[in-house]
């Protein structure tokens, strides 16, 4: 949907392929050209739906025309006005604003993918073992799904050995508007193999995701030297919503917000998509974003000991914290290496959110985000704080939490009368344990006597209401207890409590 003001003013960049470039320097050279070109970017978006919003343009190009460059579209309504180099942004945002077509107009805001330098101290991969993901992968055995999970970042090392065969097909590649998002800074494909690295492939390291069917979508957004523009960031985050991916992680930030970018990220969020962004590297009370949009999973980053690292923003944004420091990963230029910063810390969450989305489908990516939070290790002051969040996540936990949970999970609207939960496990149930273990209580504390059913091969219970239907108008609850067993015996690893409300 582009604006139209008689004359097209603006283009996409021409289109060209990895073959056309020798060298990784020659694309380098290109991409250090085009920031130069990019000194000064107004993001501007336009009322919806405002007929007048071409034309008011239109009647601004008097005073603002000469100043404009170039206009690129970012999404229905949103468009990028580069300046001239040395033109003061200040007078044409002013006059923008005064236009009646125009919502609101904001810095095309640079963020940075934040890296520090390391030094290979510890063991290797010691992120996967303290929070549980060995564990996590034995208890979630088959998958359902294949998942997908955006990195919005320097891109990837698509021939990488361990990560050619993880990589979701249609990545693109923002900085050069073309569909090869080769990895020129190592940033992006660090963040890859942490989230999806192949696993017991007898070569390098393994990812999160295991053995799992979790794909990388590789968005590139950023330059060889890590900038990002926000209007990029806009625009990677719409192609992974137009993608379906299920997971999107954001390792990048800056400290201005950007209502382009917040609207952007709120837009994927209502698609059920799980957001996940790094806290930021600055070891301050200060906001970054994406991380402190309303949402996003913002994380944090511990080190080796737990403690969390020195350099991870601290603020009441944060929502969780997850090995940031030393973590071994994928080099783009074919190896490993070590990384620290919050920017490694979140791929260990969004690996986890997708290794969930991958064993239960079902779960929306509210549930996601809920559950890696509420199985959280706590840390320091008790309860959620600024420093960890809720905690420092726990693969197995949150996995085992997932095993209990509803396909209609809390908050359910208000049920009929007659209503039946189907409750699904990661394990075969032993029948003999339902009773004991799945209850219904009403608003007395009174043991409703329901009808419970295997199903599914033994993988899943109806729960079906009592003779009569439950009593209209009143709160229930439906409780799954450590009594439950697994047809090995086992017991349920976590209790589950849903309360649900009949209609009158
Ligand atoms: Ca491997
Ligand atoms: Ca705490």
Known sequence: MALVCGVLL??????????????????????????????????????AGAPSGEEGVCRLQGMVTAQIAKRVPVAPGLEVLRL??????????????????????????????????????????????????????????TARKTVIVAVIDSGIAATHEDLQDRIAPGGYNFVLDNADPLDINGHGTAVAGIVAAATSNGKGIAGVAG??????????????????FSSDTVRGINFAVQANV????????????????????????????????????EGAGVYDYPAAYPGVVAVGSVGLGGGISVFSNFNDAVDVSAPGEEIYTCDHTGGYRYMTGTSFAAPV????????????????????????????????????????????????????????????WAPPPPVTVTKEWTVRFNRPLAPGSLSAGITVWDDQDCRVPVTLKLAGDGWEVVVGPPVGGY??????????????RTQTGQPLAYPVKMPFVTLP
């Open 84 to 141: 001239y180099p040395g033109i003061d942004p200040g007078p044409v945002m002013v006059a923008l604003r005064q236009a009646g077509s125009v919502q609101y107009v904001e810095p095309n805001r640079r963020q940075k993918l934040t890296v520090m330098p390391d030094d290979p101290f510890f063991a290797r991969q010691w992120g996967l073992t303290t929070v549980g993901f060995p564990q996590a992968w034995e208890r979630l055995a």
């Open 211 to 228: 053995v799992f069917p979790v794909k990388i979508l590789p968005v590139k957004v950023a330059y060889y030297d890590g900038t990002v």
């Open 349 to 408: 969450v969004a690996g986890l959110a997708g290794l969930l989305k991958a064993g239960f489908p079902w779960l929306t990516g509210g549930q996601i985000a809920g559950l890696v939070c509420e199985t959280a290790t706590d840390w320091g002051i008790p309860g959620k704080d600024i420093f960890f969040g809720w905690g420092v996540v726990d693969a197995d936990r949150a996995l085992a939490a997932a095993a209990a949970t509803f396909r209609e």
């Open 471 to 484: 009593l209209a108008g009143r709160n229930y609850q439906l409780d799954l207890g450590k009594a439950l």
């Open 246 to 281: 299920d997971v999107i992680n954001l390792s990048l930030g800056g400290r201005e917000f950007s209502q382009a970018e917040n609207e952007a990220v709120q837009n994927a969020l209502r698609q059920g998509i799980v957001v996940v962004a790094a806290a930021g590297n």
């Open 10 to 47: 603006w283009g996409w960049p021409q289109v060209m392929s990895a073959s056309d470039y020798s060298t990784l320097a020659a694309v380098r050279e290109q991409e250090a050209g085009l920031l130069q070109e990019r000194e000064t970017e107004l993001l501007v978006k336009y009322q």
